[in-house]
T-cell receptor, first 112, second 114 residues
Framework: KQEVTQIPAALSVPEGENLVLNCSFT??????LQWFRQDPGKGLTSLLL?????REQTSGRLNASLDKSSGRSTLYIAASQPGDSATYLC???????????FGKGTKLSVIP | ETGVTQTPRHLVMGMTNKKSLKCEQH?????MYWYKQSAKKPLELMFV???????ENNSVPSRFSPECPNSSHLFLHLHTLQPEDSALYLC?????????????FGPGTRLLVL
């Protein structure tokens, strides 16, 4: 059974700092990995989908990397802004399944 | 706006009540999902519908009853719930059912069972 772990559970940084969020998964037979953002009291917004054949995916100030063999992904946020404050979730489908397994998320606070 | 709407946004109900949650997607998608998000737990997939047919029920108690009358609408009927069912219920949709499909989420219904 796939398990997804995100560390740290919470992170507070001053505005302008670069930061890295971590995600690890137990079953490396994945097709892709997604990073989502969730604002308080709201649904999830997909940020990046990185295919298993890719090592990186970029969107603006966000860069996601995937190391399938070690079961790890990182989400790099450059020049953080207060508007980046949210909970960041990673999710993976297991081999042969379309079901997504989610981590518990990292709650990010960017202090002005 | 993701193109997925949910109503109501907040709901308080007693254990003997019957209520329904509604989800509507305006994206032309064919797969729809119900998720439960409890405090300090990962999102849990509850039900999956593909072209109006239920394809997945992840051992959800029968007090939760889904309904998908067409590819654009999804309901979750609730009856005789327990306080531990209090959570954020999220609806999502995707163009097709598959591992390569990004899911688009609604804002959720915050449910409190007293």
């Amino acid at each position: 059974k796939q398990e997804v772990t995100q560390i740290p559970a919470a992170l507070s940084v001053p505005e302008g700092e670069n930061l890295v969020l971590n995600c690890s998964f137990t079953d490396s037979a994945i097709y892709n990995l997604q990073w989502f953002r969730q604002d308080p009291g709201k649904g999830l917004t997909s940020l990046l989908l990185i295919q298993s054949s890719q090592r990186e995916q970029t969107s603006g100030r966000l860069n996601a990397s995937l190391d399938k063999s070690s079961g790890r992904s990182t989400l790099y946020i450059a020049a953080s802004q207060p508007g980046d404050s949210a909970t960041y979730l990673c999710a993976v489908p297991s081999a042969g399944s379309y079901q997504l397994t989610f981590g518990k998320g990292t709650k990010l606070s960017v202090i002005p | 706006e993701t193109g997925v709407t949910q109503t109501p946004r907040h709901l308080v109900m007693g254990m003997t009540n019957k209520k329904s949650l509604k989800c509507e997607q305006h994206l032309g998608h064919n797969a729809m999902y119900w998720y439960k998000q409890s405090a300090k737990k990962p999102l849990e997939l509850m039900f999956v519908y593909n072209f109006k047919e239920q394809t997945e029920n992840n051992s959800v108690p029968s007090r939760f009853s889904p309904e998908c009358p067409n590819s654009s609408h999804l309901f979750l009927h609730l009856h005789t719930l327990q306080p531990e069912d209090s959570a954020l219920y999220l609806c999502a949709s995707s163009p097709l059912l598959g591992t390569q499909e990004t899911q688009y989420f609604g804002p959720g219904t915050r449910l409190l069972v007293l």
